[in-house]
């Protein structure tokens, strides 16, 4: 690959981390605000919890879709990592084709819903649902990109890395 866009692509990737961090530092804060005025000051808020659900959906979704690498999705491993690289492959091509053409057919009906709820919006915050599901777009998008290269590669014969236990991480 181009070293100048690994370099654009590892600045993304950062910046992405970053926008997570950010929005995961904001629930909290929006979670100690809810407590500290439900408790402290005996005024419940509803703000709070409607921004810390809205940030979770973003932080997971879009977490999903552009930070979680390949090797620290969550799969079924115990019949994946038993399996040889040809067998890895075939699976990874399978299930490439399957979730692509699966995303690919609900796409429109997700999108027309998306945009039709232009018409709610949340209690306090007031942001349009069409607004806030967008990211489900996002994820939708970058689901079928990310399948769509992993089909390639096992179709030019790359099988994917053996699962290693001890390089695991969290994730986001």
């Known amino acids: 690959?181009?070293?100048?866009?690994?370099?654009?692509?590892?600045?993304?990737?950062?910046?992405?981390?970053?926008?997570?961090?950010?929005?995961?530092g904001a629930m909290f804060a929006a979670f100690l605000l809810q407590v500290a005025f439900r408790y402290l000051l005996n005024w419940p808020t509803g703000w709070s919890n409607e921004l810390t659900v809205v940030l979770w959906i973003w932080v997971v979704l879009f977490g999903a879709a552009f930070v979680v690498r390949e090797e620290e999705e969550i799969r079924f491993d115990l019949l994946y990592a038993t399996v040889g690289p040809d067998i890895r492959?075939?699976?990874?091509?399978?299930?490439?084709?399957?979730?692509v053409a699966l995303y690919?057919?609900?796409?429109?009906?997700?999108?027309s819903y998306v945009t039709f709820m232009k018409v709610e919006s949340t209690a306090y915050l007031k942001i349009r649902f069409d607004w806030l599901f967008s990211i489900y777009l996002v994820f939708v998008?970058?689901?079928?990109?990310?399948?769509?290269?992993?089909?390639?590669?096992?179709?030019?014969?790359?099988?994917?890395?053996?699962?290693?236990?001890?390089?695991?991480?969290?994730?986001?």
């Open 1 to 24: 690959m181009n070293p100048g866009l690994r370099r654009v692509g590892g600045w993304l990737y950062r910046r992405a981390e970053n926008a997570i961090a950010i929005a995961i």
């Open 89 to 99: 492959r075939v699976m990874t091509l399978a299930f490439a084709i399957a979730l």
């Open 104 to 111: 690919g057919w609900s796409f429109p009906a997700v999108f």
């Open 141 to 172: 998008v970058a689901v079928i990109a990310r399948y769509l290269w992993l089909g390639w590669r096992a179709l030019r014969g790359e099988a994917p890395a053996e699962f290693d236990p001890t390089k695991a991480s969290s994730g986001v």
